[in-house]
């Protein structure tokens, strides 16, 4: 999968007109990209940027999110959020728990982030909302799982984003052409464009993020 649906010029000059990453966030980017073969995964400073705004903007109190990885877009996501606000994010390989734990640590969010370790459809079920901002970025299989189990958890006027909804460009090809994780991503976006409880915006930042806002129950 590319980490850019954008020509290397135009990706290079939205990252010049984008504050850059803390110090924690580019080692942080720097080690995921020595240490980890799947590195490409990692939101990485334009999608981790917006993420940060975004959540600045909710100010939530409380955040989910679903795949931590090496837990680059929880310190994002956990820069906005109220004081006494609190992130929780899943993941389901317990490998890369020490490695999130360390960098949550330097980046001074402890006490503000609690990582949980398994499948996440089973953990959305055990962390109470209601949550202000949701985070979907894991299998791509189980977005629409993922969807209806934390819609009823997500705050009237509350925000979920899905990462990778361009899967790649895939999406505009022939469904025959679609990769099985395409074709589920073409469903979670079917499914979004025919939820009349929301209003919903797809940007095309880096391999496409869905915006979702719930507007009723
Ligand atoms: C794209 S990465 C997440 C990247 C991270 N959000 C970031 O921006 O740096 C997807 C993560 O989801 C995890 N994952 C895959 N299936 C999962 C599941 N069923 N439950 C929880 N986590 C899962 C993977 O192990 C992987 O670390």
Redesign the pocket.
Known sequence: MTTSLLSRQIEDYTERYTTPPSIVLAELNRQTNLKRGDAV???GHI??AFLQMIAHMVRPKQVL??????????ICLAQGLQDGGHLHT????EE?EDMAAEYITKAGLRDKITQHI????DIIATVPGPFDLV?I???KQ?YERYYDLVFPKLSIGGIIIA??VLYDGEVVLPIEQQSKNAQAIQGFNNKVKADKRVQHFLAPIRDGLMVVRKVSE
Do not use: H, K, V
């Not at 999110?65 to 929880?74: L, V």
């Open positions: 995964m990692i939101s999608q981790g999110e679903i795949g931590t990885f090496t837990g680059y877009s929880a899943i993941e389901i390989d890369l398994g499948p996440a459809a985070f970025d894991a299998d189980n990462d990778n």
